[in-house]
């Protein structure tokens, strides 16, 4: 079942998800990453580098002086939020992998830290 509008603007933006900005979920939706399904093509580098352009966004045309150019504020991205992304695309990467549907409860902040919890001790275990 693909989740609703209403239920992926929540995924990303409410505090009890992930936690992004209006404006940052939408700098994130323009570079690719609009549904929930679109994380698991982004790796922990990825996201590193989403953060440097979040911290130091590219330039864009002045609305005042067209043909010049202006630094954008940078987006906000907390610390919180981005481990959550790296969390939630490593298990949107697993779900696809053996089949699982993406639904509303298997998604949810309580199942993504459960998830956390068992890919630090699998990680440990492969040492």
């Known amino acids: ?12 933006e409410d505090a ?3 936690g992004l900005s209006a404006r940052t979920r939408s700098a994130f939706s323009a570079e690719g990453v609009e549904v929930v399904m679109d994380l698991g093509d982004c790796e922990d580098e ?3 580098e989403r953060a440097k352009i979040c911290r130091k966004p590219n330039q864009i045309e002045d609305p005042a002086n067209p ?6 504020s940078p987006f906000t991205l907390y610390v919180n939020s981005l481990k959550r992304l790296k969390i939630a695309a ?8 053996v ?5 509303v409860s298997n998604i949810c902040w309580p199942v993504l830290k459960r998830f956390e919890v068992q890919m630090k ?6 040492k």
Request: proline share 0%.
């Open 1 to 12: 079942m693909l989740l609703t509008v209403q239920q992926t603007t929540m995924f990303f």
């Open 16 to 18: 009890d998800h992930i």
């Open 46 to 48: 990825d996201w590193d």
């Open 67 to 72: 043909g010049n150019m202006i630094n954008q």
């Open 90 to 97: 490593a298990l949107v990467r697993y779900y696809e992998s």
């Open 99 to 103: 089949v699982i549907e993406l639904t």
């Open 121 to 126: 001790a699998f990680k440990e275990r492969k």
